[in-house]
């Protein structure tokens, strides 16, 4: 056999389909493969350009990239990879990765095209996308209702358990945990594999975030008969990160210093400034790591011996993901150990440097500046132009969002249409009586419980007739105005009210056990689906949103646009089992992922936007 024959046998062997064209993309030459992947014959596609294997918009193109890289020798296609779309013969469009390189040939421009079928990778990819999506909401959803609901029976809150029904309540709250943390585990690995972590990233104490890292895991410490102590008193330590990723760092740090710790032993965790770093380290006195799983400690699903999964529990994934959190921040993460001698297990990233981080904060992250969060809609009833915008601007420096009204007519026609938490009424309108407008409104099914507050120079006269009880005006102002006083009376009355929310969940068992933790101060109106969540906010008012972003009929998504005017007056929780991108998180003011937030950090992001305590 010639070596040209070897070489033609070895071509058509090649899985890729291999294609030369020249410089008006007239083709030259093919091997077998071609006719598999695209069911052209050699005596079809040699002699015709090679803009037949391709689909539109590549096609059009084709001839104006090798235009422009013979006149220009600008290299947009030539030398590089490139994912795009091409046709077969029976009009299947299908994808492929194309390698396109210049090979002259007696001194004229041949070009060689290198076709990979991609199709079945790419399709595998949306499946296992697909399952993701799947499994973080089908798993963190039931999950976040059986730990929400057995943490609320362990802690007592719903009456006493018998010692006995205690225990197998916190047996299964406890593997509860521990099939919530293999759920994450394995979703932020596929998030790492994928390149999609987002990181929400800002000036953050980490000193700060290591002490309540401690603080947090000091019960599963003690469990183990563990103790964690800081060494030292250090300072507060900057750094530009995402606080919770961090928190997750020093978690999993934590935790496996315990986990492998003698009970009775101390976990050390230190934290220090080291040149442009900062230092955190976390010591046991534990076995040690051998020297032969030295290289394989980062890996994923890596523990030291068969057993360790089953004695010590734990994914194998936790230090492949800290590897990968810290490499994320532009850090690095490393140990030593002795056998014997327990281990020691740091991560540096960089200190705070507030010009270097704004340089390159546009190429870190997608965060913006967060919105200015509206106190409250108030309508001011005022026919004195001065006065009325004087009352504005006092209000609106407290953030509250205000329209102003001259007369009682206009003012019934808006509270027609709109919703308001409070009213300012003048006693002297132009056309009717202040006091004869508010027993028409408390007479009014859509305004009988709107707080009123009387701003009038007769508000004293009115108030020493007994008229507060009888119509229900929550203080009476005179002019001059008191600027103290009226802030007063309109804080009073906006929070002063029960909180309402809607609640977008399609899990039925996950609305009871928000309603139930909760308690009483808090009113819990529920959707299960977009269109139930367009109809309720187009007919009731709401002091906050919470919205699962998986709904049997679409996306929660798509009620953002619904909200985009209200989104300043209302606040939007985000809480669901899918991910959440960094584009997102920039138009609502929080995000939880279910599974990933207890109840006492679930009740504390509500209470602080609605500004209740609840029972």
Not at 291 to 314: C, M, N, T, V
Not at 350 to 377: C, D, F, H, Y
Not at 521 to 536: D, F
Request: charged share 25%; with cysteine; proline share 3%.
């Amino acid at each position: 056999m010639t070596s040209e024959s070897l070489l033609n046998t070895i071509l058509d062997n090649i899985s890729d389909a291999i294609v030369t064209i020249d410089a008006k993309g007239i083709v030259h030459s093919m091997n077998s493969t071609v006719e598999d992947m695209f069911g052209y014959s050699e005596s079809e596609l040699v002699g015709s350009n090679v803009s037949l294997l391709m689909g539109e918009p590549y096609r059009d193109m084709h001839d104006s990239y090798i235009i422009n890289y013979l006149t220009t020798g600008q290299t947009k296609v030539i030398g590089k990879s490139r994912e795009l779309e091409a046709l077969r013969k029976n009009g299947e469009v299908f994808e492929i990765e194309l390698f396109v390189h210049d090979i002259g040939v007696d001194h004229e421009h041949r070009f060689l095209g290198i076709i990979r079928d991609i199709s079945e990778r790419k399709h595998m990819d949306r499946v296992k996308s697909e399952f993701i999506s799947t499994v973080s909401h089908e798993l963190r959803t039931p999950l976040t209702s059986i730990k929400g609901a057995l943490g609320m029976i362990n802690s007592g809150v719903l009456g006493q358990l018998p010692d006995k029904a205690k225990r197998m309540v916190e047996l299964a709250h406890n593997n509860t945990e521990r099939l919530i943390l293999l759920v994450n585990d394995l979703l932020d690995m596929e998030k790492i594999q994928a390149g999609k972590m987002n990181l929400q990233m800002e000036q953050v104490n980490l000193t700060a975030i290591v002490k309540e890292s401690i603080a947090m895991n000091q019960t599963y410490a003690s469990n183990l008969k563990v103790s964690l102590a800081l060494e030292d008193s250090p300072p507060d330590y900057f750094v530009f990160a995402d606080s919770s990723r961090m928190s997750q760092v020093m978690a999993n740090l934590i935790s496996n210093a315990a986990k492998y710790s003698p009970a009775g032993d101390v976990v050390r965790i230190n934290i220090a400034a080291d040149d442009d770093f900062i230092k955190v380290s976390v010591s046991d006195n534990g076995r040690g790591i051998p020297p032969e799983y030295h290289s394989k400690i980062f890996q994923k699903f890596s523990q030291l011996d068969a057993s360790d999964s089953r004695q010590k529990g734990g994914t194998g994934l936790g230090l492949n993901i800290t590897k990968a959190i810290v490499e994320h921040h532009g850090g690095r993460i490393d140990f030593f150990s002795e056998v014997n001698h327990g281990a020691t297990f740091y991560f540096k990233i960089p200190a705070w440097q507030p010009k270097q981080q704004e340089e390159s904060l546009p190429l870190m992250t997608n965060v913006t500046a967060p919105r200015k969060k509206i106190a409250g809609r108030v309508l001011v009833l005022e026919d004195d132009r001065d006065i009325a915008k004087l009352l504005a601007l006092m209000l609106e420096q407290q953030n509250f969002l205000v329209t102003t009204c001259s007369t009682a007519a206009q003012a019934k026609n808006v509270l027609q249409t709109e919703k308001f938490d409070v009213m300012t009424v003048d006693l002297r309108l132009p056309d009717q009586d202040g006091l004869s407008l508010v027993r028409e409104l408390r007479r009014n099914e859509q305004t009988k419980e709107l707080p009123i507050v009387i701003v009038s120079a007769e508000a004293g006269i009115a108030q020493q007739n007994n008229l507060t009880s009888s119509l229900r005006v929550i203080d009476w102002i005179e002019k001059p105005i008191s600027q103290e006083r009226l802030f007063n009376s309109i804080n009073s009355a906006v929070r002063g009210k029960p909180a309402k929310i809607l609640y977008i969940e399609d899990d039925a068992d996950l609305t009871q056990m928000m309603s139930t933790l909760l308690g009483d101060v808090i009113t819990i109106v529920s959707a299960e689906t977009v269109n139930q969540a367009k109809y309720l906010l187009e007919e009731e008012s709401f002091d906050l949103v919470i919205l699962d972003i998986g709904l049997p009929d679409g996306t929660g998504l798509d009620l953002l646009p619904l909200m985009k005017n209200q989104l300043s007056l209302i606040p939007v929780i985000i809480f669901s089992g899918e991910n959440i991108t960094a584009e997102v998180l920039t138009k609502v003011d929080a995000a939880l992922i279910k599974s990933q937030v207890s109840n006492e950090e679930l009740i504390k992001t509500i209470t602080n936007l609605l500004k209740v305590t609840p029972k």
